[in-house]
Nanobody, 124 residues
Framework: QVQLVESGGGLVQAGGSLRLSCAAS????????MAWFRQAPGKEREFVAA????????YYADSVKGRFTISRDNAKNTVYLQMNSLKPEDTAVYYC?????????????????WGQGTQVTVSS
C-alpha cells in the first residue's frame, strides 16, 4: 500500500501561482511513476501531469503545458506540482496518484493509489 496526502491548494486570483505537494508513505516511493489528475464539478477526472520513477521524464496535458511543472524528490518521498499563470478553468480538486505505469499513460485505471485531493480555486 502507498498512502498519499496532498497539500497546498487554496484560492488564488487568475494569473497567480500555487504549488501543490503530495507526501507518500508506505512502499518504496521511487518504484512508482507519479501523476496529478484533477476533477471539476460535473466533469470527469482528467490527467494533468506525470513524472517517471527517477524524475527524468515528464508528460503534460496540452491544457497545462508551459504553465505547470511536475517534479519529485525521492529522498523526501514527495511529488510537487508548480502551477503558474493560473486560469479560472484550472479550478478543480487536484489528486495525486501513484502507479507502476509508463509516463504518458493518461487513464485513471493505470494508477493504483490515490490521495484524497486538494481544492484549487482560481477567481477571475
Amino acid at each position: 500500500q502507498v498512502q498519499l496526502v496532498e497539500s497546498g491548494g487554496g484560492l488564488v486570483q487568475a494569473g497567480g501561482s500555487l504549488r501543490l505537494s503530495c507526501a507518500a508513505s508506505g512502499r518504496t516511493f521511487s518504484n512508482y511513476a507519479m501523476a496529478w489528475f484533477r476533477q471539476a464539478p460535473g466533469k470527469e477526472r482528467e490527467f494533468v501531469a506525470a513524472i517517471s520513477r527517477s524524475g527524468g521524464i515528464t508528460y503534460y496535458a496540452d491544457s497545462v503545458k508551459g504553465r505547470f511543472t511536475i517534479s519529485r524528490d525521492n529522498a523526501k518521498n514527495t511529488v510537487y506540482l508548480q502551477m503558474n499563470s493560473l486560469k479560472p478553468e484550472d479550478t478543480a480538486v487536484y489528486y495525486c496518484t501513484a502507479g507502476r505505469t509508463i509516463v504518458g499513460v493518461t487513464t485513471t485505471t493505470a494508477y493504483d493509489y490515490w490521495g484524497q485531493g486538494t481544492q484549487v480555486t482560481v477567481s477571475s
